[in-house]
């Protein structure tokens, strides 16, 4: 079956007679805003936050020491703007595609978790499937790319997180950078910068229309594109503004859709990932919003009450789980590597900070301890160089900053994209065949316990 047919039998609606013409919309953003920020002495980077429930774009605008950091505002179907927009595909009776807010009577079919879809290393997923949520996150993509286009002409340059484990980096990295090298070539060469063509063109012909462009160091040159790990991202903003000390971490990331769960140390100053972990759990799932509506849009969680206790629960004992596993691997690790005691492992992982980003975040029910994880921390302004963002007052007044912390990172302007996460069994490799009598070793180091001490230099 070739793609064609394939999404025309994952669409359900198949309407008899006429096919109703719907007017072509282009949804506004806040361009006067951001057109505010661009100039031919600075530099713009977009941070791309591609989420699994919604996105952000943070721009970034340099001009020597002067740094501007400004989000992509996007129109909702209540004519307000929003700092996010819905990762969300709506494929209308009229086979034309709308992207992100979809109007109360919309009818189609909707489309949503593809980005989970297109990053997904499971053997069990199949190619054509992959495919398809490959295509939906180009046409996404390009939706946007539009917009900045618009603004910014060709003269940016974007830096996207993608979801990865130590074990598939390069993978994530080259799938990300196909997907925008495919949505650039739509938005330059197919449709020359006319976004209401694109949303005009029906599904058929969009199929017709887009090549999936095979990885290449040319693609990623020729559009400027840097792609990092998500979890990398998320913890830049801290490690930045130094607002974290050194020692084993967790990050626990709420997003609508998944949950990521990053084991991290701090190593120059820089977020040294060794354990990356998703599950296919956020608000949508702790509020049942699936369940409620499994054709309609992602959920809106505003209290607390919504989030359903049993599903939370489930939830609980999940990260629960995740968090034992990595304290296991970590004893395991000292024993097959060192001659150090457990008992200085066990001390240095009293009370670490466990960090708290993403939209679920944002209620307090959610932030919990979780084994040796003890020390709540929850992403804020804080953690922000707050004079550089002048949407700050009204972020703040929106609690936003754990949900746009993400994009507002991957702006920030890094030379290249050589980040790795090293594999889980390197987290003692400064210390590997040491003994407990060593004491050069245990005077201090990026392990650290509650008290700094011995592990603090355990490099």
């Known amino acids: 079956m070739n793609i064609k047919n394939y999404i025309k039998s994952l669409i359900g609606h198949k309407p008899n007679g006429p096919i109703q013409e719907f007017p072509v919309k282009i949804p506004s953003i806040n361009k006067e805003e951001l057109l505010a920020v661009k100039s031919d002495e600075k530099m713009i980077t977009v941070g791309l936050d591609f989420g699994t429930h919604q996105t952000k774009v943070c721009v970034e605008s340099k001009g020597g020491v002067e740094l501007d950091y400004t989000f992509v505002k996007f129109e909702g179907v209540n004519k307000q703007l929003h700092y996010t927009i819905p990762s969300i595909i709506g494929i209308g009776v009229d086979k034309r595609l709308r992207y992100g807010y979809l109007s109360d009577d919309f009818e189609g079919d909707v489309v949503r978790y593809f980005k989970q879809q297109a990053f997904n290393t499971s053997t069990e997923t199949s190619s054509a499937d992959q495919e398809l949520a490959i295509r939906y996150s180009i046409w996404y993509l390009a939706s946007i790319i539009f917009d900045l286009e618009d603004i910014?002409?060709?003269?940016?340059?974007?830096?996207?997180g993608a979801p990865t484990d130590s074990s598939h980096v390069t993978t994530a990295k080259q799938t990300a950078t196909r997907i925008i090298a495919s949505a650039y070539k739509l938005v330059e060469d197919i449709f020359k910068n006319d976004k209401k063509k694109f949303l005009e063109t029906e599904l058929e012909e969009l199929i017709e229309l887009t090549e999936i462009r095979e990885y290449s160091e040319e693609d990623k040159e020729e559009y400027q594109l840097r792609v990092f790990p998500e979890a990398y991202a998320c913890l830049k903003p801290l490690t930045s503004q130094q607002k974290i000390a050194r020692g084993m971490s967790l990050m626990i990331d709420i997003g609508g859709g998944t949950t990521d769960i990053s084991f991290f140390t701090i190593e120059q100053d820089t977020p040294q990932v060794y354990d990356f972990f998703s599950i296919n759990m956020g608000l949508n799932f702790l509020t049942c919003a699936d369940e409620k509506a499994p054709h309609g849009i992602d959920s809106n969680v505003k209290s607390a009450s919504e989030i359903d206790m049993s599903k939370k629960e489930v939830f609980t004992k999940k990260i629960d789980s995740i968090c034992q596993h990595i304290s296991g691997n970590l004893f395991r690790e000292l024993g097959i590597q060192t001659q150090i005691s457990k008992m200085r492992l066990y001390d240095a992982l009293k009370n670490r900070p466990i960090v708290?980003?993403?939209?679920?975040?944002?209620?307090s029910t959610l932030r919990e301890v979780h084994d040796t994880f003890k020390e709540i921390k929850h992403v804020s302004e804080k953690e922000w160089n707050i004079q550089s963002v002048p949407q700050i007052e009204d972020i703040i007044a929106k609690s936003l900053c754990p949900i746009l912390s993400t994009a507002y990172g991957l702006a920030i302007s890094t030379v290249n994209d050589d980040i790795e996460m090293k594999p889980f069994r390197d987290i003692f490799i400064h210390i590997r065949?040491?003994?407990?009598?060593?004491?050069n070793s245990l005077s201090g180091g990026m392990y650290s316990g509650s008290l700094y001490s011995d592990w603090d230099a355990m490099k």
Request: glycine residues 20%; negative net charge.
């Open 152 to 160: 910014f002409g060709q003269d940016f340059s974007i830096q996207m």
């Open 356 to 363: 708290y980003c993403g939209g679920g975040s944002t209620f």
């Open 433 to 439: 065949n040491e003994g407990e009598n060593n004491s």
